[in-house]
């Protein structure tokens, strides 16, 4: 089994940053791929950037090209986040998720999920 938790979230203005960070733990050697996925109030969770074992294949959503990058530390088995220039409409659950093959957009791609963190960012 493998256990995923998310941490880094908070409150922050428009056109601040965060870091998040996802640290798995477990029988890691059966991920692959690791995700971010968000989930707005009311809305349904949404892919936000993706990123293989070689932590040079990345993948990203349209609404955070340039603004969020992905990367993860294999030897640490961990994941981050990092989000600039945030506005109001990046407010939601910040979810980590793996699985066992190619970086996918879709969630019902990912074997594993983290329990989430809350990003509010107030305008």
């Known amino acids: 089994q493998v256990q995923l938790v998310e941490s880094g979230g908070g409150l922050v203005q428009a056109g601040g940053s965060l870091r998040l960070s996802c640290a798995a733990s477990g029988r890691t050697f059966s991920i692959s791929a690791m995700a971010w996925f968000r989930q707005a109030p009311g809305k349904e969770r949404e892919f936000v950037a993706g990123?293989?074992?070689?932590?040079?294949?990345?993948n990203y959503a349209d609404f955070v090209k340039g603004r969020f990058r992905i990367s993860r530390d294999n030897a640490k088995n961990t994941v981050y986040l990092q989000m600039n220039n945030l506005e109001a409409e990046d407010t939601a659950v910040y979810y980590c998720?793996?699985?066992?093959?190619?970086?996918?957009?879709?969630?019902?791609?990912?074997?594993?999920w983290g329990q989430g963190t809350q990003v509010t960012v107030s305008s």
């Open positions: 998720a793996g699985r066992r093959g190619s970086i996918g957009s879709a969630k019902v791609a990912y074997d594993y």
């Open positions: 990123i293989s074992r070689n932590p040079l294949n990345t």
